[in-house]
């Protein structure tokens, strides 16, 4: 700043130069000096932001011919790896191998457990150090059941069988202490079964079997004994809403309680807060009254209060963010469209599938995270052209007979964050743009991660993470890429399988992310010229 006051100060026959150089000059030093202030305040703004750091890869190298991998998290205790070996097993067992890492994504050891071929593997959880398998006899119900567990400082494991008197097609698989609780539905009725390793003994759930009943959750991470249950189910009135049922290990019913919509709504779902208590509070989307396929926004319900004062809705239109996902023509006109309604006293109706994860708490402000999808179909048309006495009418004439439709995947366009407080009031909203992601199974793809105050959003596609930081509703830094890391410094990435990746939380601020890739190395020393690898990279949020 002196220098350019200096400039302005001083005479033109001081500086013996005319007056087109010396307002030349001037403009130049004004422009650099707005350079190097921009450029301050943005090497500050990205050492104040969250960091993504990419510490450890783990890879095993494998064939054209390769069984995928599944991945459990063990938290701080590491990750399980563990597959079927088709080249190991027998006439009448599968061998199964098991890879324990630590959080350095280094080994510590494999297992090897061979299952009876009538068992088929449906599932898998881990809980207080303890990790479980759970395989089927019978394809789409389960029959008898066979438990496998492994704890984390022994490598021993045990097995259980459960003759199971209901067959069930599960979809749902949780441990609480020395208990396994899962379940499923019957003809559109939820079935839920508890096991308890301790006394060797399964039971059935009373309370469940009731017509047009849905299993949202099974929540167990809470310091207290009980097992809560979400299932959304159909009342009197041809509305849905959320019962939750509490039970003890041994299958004990501890409390039911009803949560319903006021008139003409439905609950489509729910999801209890992931909190260190169990929690009261319940999230998740709402409907017009006999329509559950999609929904009209989101609810929060606080189980403390009154009947009448619990559940508190907000339709999408009211949020600041929704629609943030949006071309920025498009979202302003949807927004002009909003205003005028609200002018009019009236209220726009927008429908949206919103696939609700779990709800964390953190800070003191409870985190709900929603992502909106669409299901796509392809169609084939078939057309046939008449000759002879085929179709006479139509004779040497092209002409459509119709077509079949095939499901081609879901397509997600955008996630919904909100925060809210332990009174289900809602503190802020924001969103994260999803372009590109399209899956055949409803999952967790975004995540996020929290750096004091900030919170990161990721997913990761085609072996790039997504990113966007915000800082509630605000936004600190826009969507960006990174891509993973491969092992070596002299690694190249030739493909990946895009029907094989994935991010997954871990523990605290850390995920993993996992693949398989083709490499070319061509510089480094006794590393192969090309290898094709399924691997696991740790991701940080510092």
């Not at 438990?147 to 045990?158: A, E, Q, Y």
């Not at 629609?323 to 920025?328: G, V």
């Not at 048309?381 to 079949?404: A, E, K, Q």
């Not at 523990?507 to 006794?526: E, H, I, P």
Request: with cysteine; proline share 1%; hydrophobic share 35%.
């Amino acid at each position: 700043m002196e220098n350019i006051a200096l400039i302005k100060q001083a005479s033109l026959s001081d500086l013996s130069i005319n007056k087109q150089e010396f307002k030349y000059i001037l403009e130049l030093s004004e422009y650099f000096m707005r350079y190097i202030i921009f450029f301050l305040f943005t090497v500050h703004f990205h050492v104040s932001s969250a960091q993504i750091s990419q510490p450890h890869r783990f890879e095993i190298e494998i064939d054209d011919f390769y069984e995928p991998y599944n991945i459990v998290s063990a938290e701080e205790n590491g990750v399980f790896l563990f597959k079927d070996n088709p080249q190991k097993s027998t006439k009448d067992e599968f061998l199964w191998e098991i890879i324990q890492l630590d959080t350095g994504l280094q080994e510590i050891y494999r297992r090897e457990v061979f299952i009876d071929k009538k068992y088929s593997f449906k599932g898998y959880c881990y809980e207080d150090e303890k990790f479980v398998m759970l395989f089927q006899e019978g394809l789409d119900y389960a029959e008898e059941m066979l438990f496998i567990t492994f704890s984390v400082n022994d490598i021993s494991f045990k097995s259980y069988v459960y003759n199971n008197l209901v067959p069930i097609n599960l979809t749902e698989f949780e441990m609480k202490n020395d208990a396994v609780v899962f379940g499923g539905n019957v003809n559109t009725r939820s079935v839920l079964m508890i096991y308890n390793f301790t006394a060797e003994r399964g039971i059935v759930l009373p309370g469940f079997y009731n017509d047009r009943s849905n299993l949202l959750q099974i929540q167990t991470r809470s310091d207290d004994p009980f097992i809560r249950i979400l299932t959304t189910e159909r009342r009197y009135d041809k509305s849905y809403g959320v019962t939750i049922r509490a039970f003890d290990t041994q299958g004990s019913l501890v409390f039911t309680e009803n949560l319903d919509a006021a008139d003409d709504i439905s609950l489509n779902n729910g999801r209890i807060v992931d909190s260190s208590t169990g929690g009261n509070l319940i999230a998740g989307t709402y409907a017009a009254k006999r329509r559950t396929e999609t929904s009209r926004g989101l609810y929060i319900a606080d189980l403390e209060q009154e009947e009448d004062e619990r559940v508190n809705y907000y339709n999408y239109a009211n949020l600041d963010n929704f629609f943030n996902y949006m071309r920025e023509k498009r979202k302003n006109r949807i927004q002009k469209r909003i205003a005028r309604k609200k002018i009019k006293g009236k209220k726009l109706k927008f429908s949206y599938r919103l696939y609700v994860q779990d709800i964390l708490k953190h800070n003191n402000q409870n985190i709900l995270i929603g992502e909106a999808y669409y299901p796509t179909y392809n169609t084939q048309s078939y057309s046939y052209s008449g000759y002879g006495n085929f179709n006479p009418g139509f004779n040497n004439n092209r002409f459509d007979r119709g077509g079949t439709q095939s499901f081609d995947g879901y397509k997600y366009t955008h996630a919904v964050l909100m925060g809210f407080d332990d009174n289900g009031k809602l503190l802020w909203d924001n969103s994260f743009e999803i372009s590109d992601l399209k899956t055949f199974q409803l999952k967790t793809h975004v995540h996020i991660g929290f750096s004091d105050e900030q919170i990161v959003m990721l997913y990761l596609y085609d072996q790039k993470l997504q990113v966007k930081i915000i800082k509630e509703s605000e936004i600190i830094e826009g969507k960006f890429s990174e891509a993973l890391k491969l092992k070596y410094e002299n690694d190249e990435m030739k493909s990946n399988s895009e029907d094989i990746e994935g991010l997954e939380k871990w523990y605290g601020n850390t995920f993993y992310a996992y693949g398989v890739n083709r490499v070319k190395n061509l510089k480094d020393d006794n590393i192969q010229l090309n290898r094709n690898v399924f691997f696991i990279n740790k991701i940080v949020v510092e």
